[in-house]
């Protein structure tokens, strides 16, 4: 029935992780079109982060396939599915605090280059434009020649992000994004996903209901590994085993 659908861009089907005789992640189909932001919600230990690991191919299933744009990821090393346009941010950030933002971006433009490499490397206007529109995307075009160790822990997350995106991902997978930031941050992240969703598909992981409601087109909600409900936002709040499960607490 999915496969009929030309805007599918991930198809993850019967999907399972066992971690010594424990299903972290239980049978799960989960299926996302081209330009869709979805979010993962679900208890401590749901298995969310277990099953973006999957995806991202930092661990292997044990049963099951995750189809991108058709192509077979299971089994791929990390690094190809990178290349196939998946990219993973997790919570931590992993800047360079002493580079500026310009050089961490410059330092991630899919070339291959090192860090003693990029010094050598020359700015031709291909990489250039690519930085300042993706730093403008993520509102750090003002801040391009700062020490990235003196942003802000919300604009450290953008970067991060936006490291991602010079990347030219298909899809962004991130997990909780905005744990830690301000209210204000907030808002500009929301605002700052919205625009970068247009023309790839972002899947969340994000425990803030608030934060949901403002970004989720639809939200699939994990339990014990597998899948209790999905849908739209509103369908979520009021499905009662979603309350009895996880918002009710
Ligand atoms: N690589 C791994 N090795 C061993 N066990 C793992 C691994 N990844 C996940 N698990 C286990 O699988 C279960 C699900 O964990 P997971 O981190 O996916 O939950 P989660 O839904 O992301 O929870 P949280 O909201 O607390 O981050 C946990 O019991 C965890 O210990």
Redesign the pocket.
């Known amino acids: 029935m999915h496969s009929d659908n030309p805007s599918l861009i991930l198809a993850v089907e019967d999907l399972a ?1 066992s ?2 005789g ?1 299903r ?2 239980d049978g799960v189909n989960l299926y996302v079109n081209e330009g869709e932001l979805r979010v993962i919600i ?10 973006l ?1 999957l995806i991202c191919g ?2 292997r299933p044990t049963e099951g396939t995750i189809r991108f744009k058709g192509r077979e990821l299971s089994g791929m090393p990390e690094n190809r599915i990178v290349h196939e346009g998946v990219c993973r941010k997790f919570q931590a950030p992993s800047i360079y605090e002493n580079l500026t933002v310009y050089e961490n971006l410059e330092l991630t433009f899919p070339s291959g280059r090192t860090v003693m490499r990029s010094l050598f490397f020359r700015r031709t206007s291909e990489v250039h434009d690519r930085i300042m529109e993706t730093a403008a995307l993520v509102d750090l075009d003002g801040r391009l020649d700062d020490m990235a160790g003196l942003l802000s822990h919300g604009q450290k997350q953008w970067l991060e992000i936006a490291m991602l995106l010079i990347q030219e991902p298909a899809l962004l997978m991130l997990d909780e994004p905005v744990a830690g930031m301000s209210q204000a941050e907030r808002d500009a992240t929301a605002q700052l996903l919205n625009r970068i969703r247009e023309g790839r598909s972002v899947v969340i ?1 994000e ?1 803030d209901m608030g934060f949901v409601e403002e970004i989720a087109n639809r939200v699939t909600v ?1 339990d014990q ?1 597998k899948v209790l409900a999905e849908g739209s936002i509103d369908r979520i709040k009021n499905d009662k085993r979603v309350i009895e499960r996880y918002l009710g607490h």
Do not use: E, Y
């Open positions: 992780v971690f010594g424990f972290a992640v679900g208890p401590n230990g749901a298995g969310k982060t277990a099953l690991d930092k661990t992981i425990h994990l590994g």
